[in-house]
């Protein structure tokens, strides 16, 4: 009986802390998301809520076979998500991995972009997160590009 007992305090413990976590990996989730609604609906004010002051914005680009960095302001990223258009943009993601360290958070998502329902192009982002007095917030953002090798 005492081992029963023992048994069921241990996954009860075991089991909070999952859902813990997993409530945590949710509201990392939810600040990421909101980054994409914001740029599907045109919302600039959803999609800034996702970032920290001096988020750094940077895209890997590949010319001639050679890589580099290329950074730009996030304000002009919001910019061109709050100014009027015809087209949708749609960047349709899958998380890929999430960690989280207390107040730090890494999230790798695949993603495939559409403007309106025709492809443009795929990649991998990656975020880093973190939590302070406005809860969870993207402080640092790099993402790939390509037009080939994406997955289905």
Aim: with cysteine; aromatic share 12%.
């Amino acid at each position: 009986m005492k081992r029963v007992f023992v048994l069921a305090l241990v996954c009860a413990f075991f089991s909070q802390k999952l859902m813990a976590q997993n409530s945590v990996e949710d509201s990392v989730k939810a600040v990421v998301n909101n980054l994409f609604a914001g740029m599907t609906k045109g919302d600039s004010s959803l999609a800034s809520s996702a970032f920290a002051e001096n988020s750094i914005m940077q895209t890997i680009v590949n010319k001639n076979g050679i890589s580099t960095v290329q950074t730009s302001p996030v304000s002009n990223f919001i910019k061109f998500i709050g100014t009027p258009h015809t087209q949708k943009y749609d960047e349709r993601i899958v998380f890929t991995k999430v960690l989280i360290d207390g107040p730090l958070a890494s999230v790798w998502t695949d993603y495939k972009f559409y403007v309106d329902d025709k492809f443009s192009h795929c990649g991998v982002n990656s975020f880093q997160l973190v939590k302070g007095e406005k809860g969870w917030q993207i402080v640092y953002i790099i993402d790939t590009r390509r037009k080939d090798d994406c997955k289905s």
